[in-house]
């Protein structure tokens, strides 16, 4: 999410309404929480405990999250494919990369099952987390294919 200073975001919280603003993606996870500049241009850190999400949205216009909450079929992009479960039963899928070295120790990132949603990214704190269960690895390393070979009694019409 590099490339611009800060990012359009929207942080719902279990008991209250939603907070609209920007985040620097490289700082924006502090140690007591999220640190949020509001519209007003207010900075504010918003404690782990209370924050469900943190969307990455490309406008404020549509705040309302994502209705698409899991994935019909198997996801196309690769990477793990991953489950959450909230602390107040809610359910939310999304798709990490494979690679496990860029992992905050806060939460997760990942990418929402719904491609039309405004949501681009969204990252969830451990502490809003019950579980967490992988339900696939999709484009697994491990299972390369092999290029298929020629049949060994086809004739070449024009080898010398």
Known sequence: MAGST?????????DREALTGYVN?????QLTG???LSEDGNVATVPYEEIKTVSFVRDFDTPEPATRRVFNTRPKMEGL??????RDGDLLEGVMPNNLLPLEPHGFTIIPPDPYSPQQR???PRTALRTVEVLGVVGSPLKKRKPKEAPREQIGLFDE
């Open 6 to 14: 800060t990012k359009k975001a929207v942080i719902r919280r279990f």
């Open 25 to 29: 993606p490289t700082t924006y996870q």
């Open 34 to 36: 999220i640190e949020l």
């Open 81 to 86: 494919w991953i489950c959450f479960v909230f």
């Open 122 to 124: 969204i990252f969830i």
